[in-house]
């Protein structure tokens, strides 16, 4: 027996010492592959650091796989944000995980009263990120947060069958007039603009420079693999007199493609394929690298942008916020614009990479799949590549004696002070070839008994009062400049209620009001009335049109799924 004693304490002490001799081993780690679909070889970043005043360097290309600590996550790494933090987290992801995907919080637009505020004033906005990421949610099981619906971004997604431009303008206005859906004693105004649509092949030469996040975050399925596989979609399109460079982040930047010609795409694809993730994410050196490069290599009669993409985590810089935004600035004003594509789920940086192509004048999308790729790069490269008029501003006058309450539906972050119309150093959106871009007003005519509250002042004693007797209901203002021009031109339409009923409206209104009010149920907003997601199924079949890439069809299928996780 007491043999069998010590043997059992033997045992223990053995059992004992083998999990101290564990516990103090260095921490395990794993490796990381591509998805099965994208096993392409990896390397490592370069070790060193590439300084944008320095010689360029080629950065070093791939290892076969990328090895991390088990502790490492994005959620870990804190560096300084590039730009403010957001507002909004996403709580979660659909797997309970937490989530680090960051929204700019913006209440909806109130209604104003005529009489206090005549006119509104705010900047374009072409974006569609929006509708591709609340689209990620939805089929993923999940509706979005309110913060991460953006409708007016929602309602640009789509194309409308708004009339080309006449002559030399660089768009068409069209406004329309009937009933608000979820609001009958409520009028809806649409305002819509047409840019030129130019084909791929009259488009002028593109210098592109394509600054690549292959940082560690970038390792999943739908970030780096997805990011090739649109690049790849992309490079089949460009033409000989194209260039394309490729610049890389993730601790150190550098240069994996010097400046090619469109000639040379086996070249291209190449260096697309060597592509991997790993490391921390020097995203300012990045930029900076990116500006060099397309200044080095600029058109002075083409389309010279920067291609940034990236799911935002920018956690490493080398410059404060302060200077890459001024640096964004300054290389915009030189004709140098920035596109950004995010990609990705978790930890999204959605108000990150908003604010960066604004300040670029460029746009922003998002990439959740390579339809959405093709979409963006293929179908509406022109949109996407090439801008038209840029600082395009709208300014609505409104006549109280046909309108006394309004509210802009969307844009919150788009809004100026009316000051700022006629202001040429604004900066506003930009119009790229081929975009439509549309706006709704919801009115209330002088005269109705709304349940919405309006604003209101005491009387004015020094201020005569001179209400128009004109059947126009409001007046709508447009500034632009040119590409090259620092001088605004101005466009001015009048808008006339001619009483048309919603049954009898056109297709592009019933649609546009269907994503509005689609919208306006997901952020659950004040202002939505009576509105549900079987009215917008209802509407939204009615004006489904002949739809021949299936986007409204799609748009169909997302409210059934919505209305379903409700």
Request: charged share 20%; with cysteine; glycine share 6%.
């Amino acid at each position: 027996m007491n043999h069998l004693h010590r043997a059992l304490a033997l045992f223990g002490i053995a059992v004992l010492m083998g999990n101290l001799v564990a516990c103090s081993q260095p921490e395990t780690t794993t490796s990381t592959t591509l998805a099965p679909a994208e096993n392409q070889s990896v390397k490592a970043p370069a070790p060193h650091q590439q300084s944008p005043t320095q010689p360029l360097q080629h950065a070093a290309l791939p290892k076969l796989s990328v090895s991390r600590p088990l502790a490492e996550s994005p959620v870990a790494n804190t560096g300084t944000p590039l730009l403010s933090q957001p507002s909004s987290i996403q709580p979660s992801d659909r797997d309970g995980s937490l989530s680090r995907e960051g929204y700019k919080h913006n209440e909806d637009n109130q209604f104003q009263s005529v009489t206090v505020n005549p006119l509104s004033t705010f900047s374009i906005d072409v974006d569609a990120a929006s509708y591709s990421n609340i689209r990620r949610f939805i089929n993923q099981g999940q509706l979005p947060s309110a913060d991460a619906v953006r409708v007016e971004e929602m309602i640009n997604y789509f194309s409308y069958d708004y009339s080309q431009p006449d002559g030399n303008k660089p768009f068409s206005v069209t406004t329309e007039v009937s009933d608000a859906p979820w609001n009958p004693k409520h009028k809806l105004v649409q305002i819509g603009l047409q840019s030129k649509r130019i084909s791929t092949e009259n488009l002028p030469p593109n210098n592109l420079v394509f600054l690549l996040d292959v940082s560690g975050s970038m390792e999943d399925y739908n970030k780096l693999p997805l990011l090739k596989s649109a690049l790849r979609l992309l490079v089949k399109e460009l033409r000989d007199s194209d260039k394309v460079s490729i610049v890389v982040y993730a601790g150190n930047a550098g240069l994996v493609l010097p400046p090619t010609p469109g000639s040379q795409k086996d070249k291209i694809f190449d260096a697309i394929e060597q592509l991997a993730a790993g490391g921390s994410t020097a995203g300012g050196e990045g930029i900076q690298l990116a500006y060099r490069i397309a200044k080095e290599n600029f058109l002075s009669s083409g389309n010279n942008r920067v291609i940034l993409a990236t799911d935002g985590d920018f956690n490493v810089g080398v410059s404060s916020d302060e200077e890459l935004v001024r640096l964004i600035e300054k290389e915009r004003e030189q004709g140098i614009f920035l596109t950004v594509l995010g990609f990705g789920t978790g930890n999204l940086q959605d108000a990150k990479m908003e604010q960066l192509a604004d300040k670029g004048n460029g746009n922003y999308a998002y990439i959740d799949n390579l339809l959405e790729a093709k979409k963006v790069l293929v179908k509406e490269m022109g949109a996407t590549l090439l801008t038209i008029a840029k600082d395009v501003k709208i300014q609505v006058e409104f006549n109280p004696a046909k309108v006394q309450g309004y509210r802009l539906i969307g844009y919150e972050n788009r809004l100026l002070a009316d000051r700022d119309f006629n202001d040429d150093g604004k900066d506003a959106g930009e119009l790229g070839a081929g975009h439509s871009v549309t706006a709704l007003y919801e009115i209330i005519a002088t005269g109705v008994k709304s349940d919405v509250p309006l604003p209101k002042v005491d009387s004015l004693k020094y201020q005569q009062k001179s209400l128009s007797s004109h059947d126009e209901i409001m007046q709508v203002k447009l500034r632009y400049k040119e590409p090259q021009e620092s001088t605004s031109q101005l466009l001015t339409y009048p808008v006339v209620d001619r009483g048309v009923k919603l049954s009898e409206a056109t297709t592009n209104f019933k649609f546009a009001t269907a994503v509005a009010e689609f919208g306006m149920v997901l952020r659950n907003s004040p202002y939505k009335g009576t509105a549900t997601f079987d009215s917008v199924l209802q509407r939204a079949r009615q004006s489904q049109g002949s739809d021949l890439d299936g986007y409204r069809a799609e748009f169909i299928r997302l409210v059934e799924k919505s209305k379903a996780l409700k």
